[in-house]
């Protein structure tokens, strides 16, 4: 393990941001994290999610993949130690490789049941996002940045040892690059903060490509409907970026469940003029079944599983407990839209869990009619 009170390669150049050395963030917070997100789809019933995640405070490093195909779905992960920080973006059979910075990428994934060697070319410039912040009381739990960008696949993928040829005419996608502090590793103590219990969540991600523009829509909401997060641009391929004003969003559900089937969206221009986005979704991953996200109980980001680690599951979508555990976090769905007379693909990142007042769930338990 490195020694960070000793300096490292990074130090070498004019890329710090705080009087420490690289081998340290500038804050002792366990949950500093730097990761990324991407996912592909190929429009129809394919659909990937994958990222890698460096977590300096823990000593953690990480990465999964998991594709859905019709009601399976496939997950491989890694896990090994960090014991430097550094530029390389590699754990396991999985590595990303910066080819042109914000612009393209090389993403690999060597394991038995689910592979890919991916290059992803951004379609439009990437876009840096509002500060996104969150307390429970007096304690900050998420503090971070992130850029958003839409684009394009290539490449190879396997599936259970069925090869499937990725094309960017079809294959389309987003990605994201985040950085700051939210809760990752082994759980902590509740302290104080079960003193007041979560009374629910809501969120929604949309980043959609279309031919000549990208539109980028995050939005979070108490469970009364003040909201905490407002984000709405348009971005061109010559970098004009126009905000969208304050959107409205009208979700249906599949009856019986919060599982959204379509959304209607409404934006303003900055002439204030209207801009509608109507969306479709067509299939979804659950970010806590595989993928390690918030509720997953086989595997959570940072977490600490010993050097060079690495596991694979198969889920069956279908069965009673995977059924079960669907409503309890957040889901990834690749989003068909019409805006303004143009097409485009994208996805639509939903939760709704426990009250929201603006839709009507009155608590937990409470589903759509």
């Known amino acids: 393990m490195a020694d960070p009170m000793k300096p490292t390669d990074l130090d070498e150049f004019p890329v710090h941001q705080a009087p420490v050395p690289m081998a340290r963030v500038a804050t002792s917070d366990r949950n500093f994290y730097d990761r990324s997100y991407l996912n592909a789809h190929d429009r129809e019933g394919t659909f990937l999610v994958t990222g890698l995640g460096h977590y300096p405070n823990l000593g953690v490093k990480d990465a999964y993949a998991t594709v859905r195909r019709g009601d399976t779905q496939w997950t491989t992960r890694f896990s090994d130690a960090l014991d430097t920080r550094t530029t390389d973006q590699e754990v396991g059979g999985y590595r990303v490789e910066v080819l042109e910075p914000l612009s393209k990428l090389r993403v690999v994934c060597e394991s038995e049941s689910l592979s890919f060697d991916l290059e992803w070319n951004g379609s439009f410039p990437a876009l840096l996002e509002e500060r996104h912040l969150l307390f429970n009381g007096p304690r900050t739990t998420l503090d971070a940045q992130r850029f958003t960008q839409v684009g394009t696949w ?10 499937i040829a990725v094309s960017p005419e079809t294959w389309v996608g987003a990605r994201d690059r985040s950085w700051g502090i939210r809760p990752v590793g082994d759980g902590e103590p509740a302290g104080r903060s079960a003193d007041s219990p979560l009374e629910g969540f809501w969120w929604v991600y949309l980043p959609l490509r279309f031919d000549d523009f990208a539109l980028i829509m995050i939005l979070q909401e108490e469970p009364d409907g003040f909201r905490t997060l407002n984000d709405a641009r348009r971005v061109f391929a010559d970098g004009r970026v126009e905000q969208l004003g304050w959107p409205r969003i009208d979700i249906r559900y599949r009856s019986g469940s919060r599982h959204p089937e379509a959304a209607t969206v409404h934006l303003t221009t ?14 979804s991953i659950a970010l806590q079944i595989g993928a390690g996200y918030g509720g997953d109980p086989d595997w959570s980001h940072g977490q600490w599983k010993g050097r060079d680690w690495s596991s694979a599951s198969v889920y069956d979508l279908t069965s009673p407990e995977i059924i079960a555990r669907l409503p309890w976090g957040i889901s990834d769905h690749v989003a068909r839209a019409r805006c303004d007379g143009r097409t485009g693909w994208g996805m639509f990142e939903h939760a709704s869990m426990g009250r929201h007042d603006p839709t009507g769930f009155a608590d937990w338990t409470s589903l759509a009619p």
């Open 154 to 163: 290539a490449g190879t993928l396997n599936v259970d040892g069925t090869d």
């Open 270 to 283: 900055p002439e204030g003029k209207p801009l509608v986005v109507e969306i479709e979704t067509v299939t």
